[in-house]
């Protein structure tokens, strides 16, 4: 399918989740993540109107940086090696995957100017995910109020491998429930007002459940 098709039927499901919610289909941001594709069906992700392109893994970014530079926004959705940061961190528009301070640490060291991140939080528990427990969250958070550099914009996460749509919801809701409690203490460096959450078989719950940044691989870009 071409992408163009993709996104309308996308766009129409974020219509149909904002309506049960009472949301605004304004508050989401599309993130197509682009790491299965070429360059070239990458350029057509941009042509069918997408701004924001989301890439897992460094080589991925790198290639399609070099060739697509800033006519997207660029998100780091995956896990970052400490090392690794000084390669992305002031061509992305947002990280994330921050998960722990000695990448904090390193962010701020690089970092030309402030940088947006999402905390990357493992709320179902599952072993093989990256992530803070949801306990974790807070303190952590006060503690990288030292690094200047760092502004924590939201919170991210990924849901479990189950099918079953009460759980996932359940997960989502328990990340903005986390989320609300975390905005409320107006942080300066962290005013935490948004929710990277939900992929290509679950962005509908995730949005009922405040989703405002979607992360769409497969079904849209193929
Ligand atoms: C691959 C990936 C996605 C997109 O997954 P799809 O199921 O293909 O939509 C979203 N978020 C992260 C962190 C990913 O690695």
């Known amino acids: 399918m071409n992408v163009l098709t993709n996104l309308e039927q996308i766009q129409s499901n974020i219509r149909q989740a904002c309506e049960n919610s009472n949301r605004n289909p304004e508050e989401i941001t599309i ?11 990458t350029e057509e992700t941009i042509e069918a ?4 392109l989301g890439e897992n893994r460094l080589e991925g970014f790198v290639e399609k940086y070099n060739q697509i530079e800033d006519k997207a926004k660029w998100h780091f959705i995956g896990t970052l090696q400490t090392r690794k940061v000084k390669e992305v961190i002031n061509k992305v528009t947002a990280i994330h995957s921050l998960d722990r301070l ?22 179902s528990g599952e072993e093989t995910k990256h992530g803070l427990n949801p306990e974790a969250v807070m303190p952590f958070i006060k503690e990288i109020a030292a690094y200047e550099n760092v502004r924590v914009v939201g919170l991210m996460t990924m849901a479990p491998h189950v099918e ?5 919801k359940e997960n989502f809701k328990k990340l903005a429930q986390l989320r ?11 005013p935490c007002e948004y929710l990277s959450m939900g992929m ?6 995730a949005i009922e459940a ?8 497969t079904k849209l870009v193929g």
């Open 31 to 41: 993130i197509a993540v682009t790491k299965y594709v070429t360059i070239e069906r």
């Open 49 to 52: 109107g997408i701004e924001n």
């Open 210 to 217: 405040g989703a405002t940044h979607i992360r769409i691989g």
């Open 180 to 190: 609300d409690t975390i905005k409320q203490k107006q942080f300066e460096h962290a």
């Open 102 to 123: 000695s990448l904090a640490k390193e962010i701020n060291k690089r970092a030309e100017k402030t940088v947006d991140c999402f905390v990357q939080v493992n709320v």
């Open 164 to 168: 079953d749509k009460t759980v996932l």
């Open 200 to 205: 290509s078989n679950d962005y509908d719950i």
